[in-house]
T-cell receptor, first 116, second 112 residues
Framework: GAVVSQHPSRVICKSGTSVKIECRSL??????MFWYRQFPKQSLMLMAT?????????EQGVEKDKFLINHASLTLSTLTVTSAHPEDSSFYIC????????????FGPGTRLTVL | GQNIDQPTEMTATEGAIVQINCTYQ??????LFWYQQHAGEAPTFLSY????GLEEKGRFSSFLSRSKGYSYLLLKELQMKDSASYLC?????????????FGDGTTLTVKP
């Protein structure tokens, strides 16, 4: 079964609003989670690394004030897209490595965001 | 940084064998992953190579040559459901555990 969940799976919002996406590890504790974005027919682009108990590490070109990440517990990381615009419409996917199992990375099912 | 190349599209026939290549250039290396991704879904893990050689898992095998910066994914006895995008991802030794850079993916179409 799934080991990483995301909520919501799909969201449609108006331009200017904020959207929160949750990523949960279901049967293990994840001190690190990763947030990716994928535009149609493109590959996954890493946005940021979410670290439990500390600030997220953002990739170059990703605005940390626009994409707020909070890793409040060992099983939950949230990504908030603030003041969303149509160009933020994308497929957002989180992933989490299982501690001690460096040969795998579990992906959540993804969240399809559409900004009108 | 990392540079990962794989073919954009491939077509194969049901029941056949197909090999998807991936070449990479990286400042550090801590493993190479292959993922399968169907349209509209998240990637699913297929294989992991960190040492040179072939890893076999049923109909899927993956090969790695670190000296050549080269990997391939071999799919045998192709089925229609294997039509998907296949992503090669390299984990940089200098980064956090699990942080990977993805290639653009190879869209495989399996025809009857």
């Amino acid at each position: 079964g799934a080991v990483v969940s995301q909520h919501p799976s799909r969201v449609i919002c108006k331009s200017g609003t904020s959207v929160k996406i949750e990523c949960r590890s279901l049967d293990f504790q994840a001190t690190t989670m990763f947030w990716y974005r994928q535009f149609p027919k493109q590959s996954l682009m890493l946005m940021a690394t979410s670290n439990e108990g500390s600030k997220a590490t953002y990739e170059q070109g990703v605005e940390k004030d626009k994409f707020l990440i909070n890793h409040a517990s060992l099983t939950l990381s949230t990504l908030t897209v603030t003041s969303a615009h149509p160009e933020d419409s994308s497929f957002y996917i989180c992933s989490a490595p299982r501690p001690g199992a460096t040969d795998t990375q579990y992906f959540g099912p993804g969240t399809r965001l559409t900004v009108l | 940084g990392q540079n990962i190349d794989q073919p954009t599209e491939m077509t194969a026939t049901e029941g056949a064998i197909v090999q998807i290549n991936c070449t990479y250039q990286t400042s550090g290396f801590n493993g190479l992953f292959w993922y399968q991704q169907h349209a509209g879904e998240a990637p699913t893990f297929l294989s992991y190579n960190v040492l040179d050689g072939l890893e076999e898992k049923g109909r899927f095998s993956s090969f790695l040559s670190r000296s050549k910066g080269y990997s391939y994914l071999l799919l045998k006895e192709l089925q229609m459901k294997d039509s998907a995008s296949y992503l090669c991802a390299v984990r940089d030794h200098a980064t956090n555990a699990g942080k990977s850079t993805f290639g653009d993916g190879t869209t495989l179409t399996v025809k009857p």
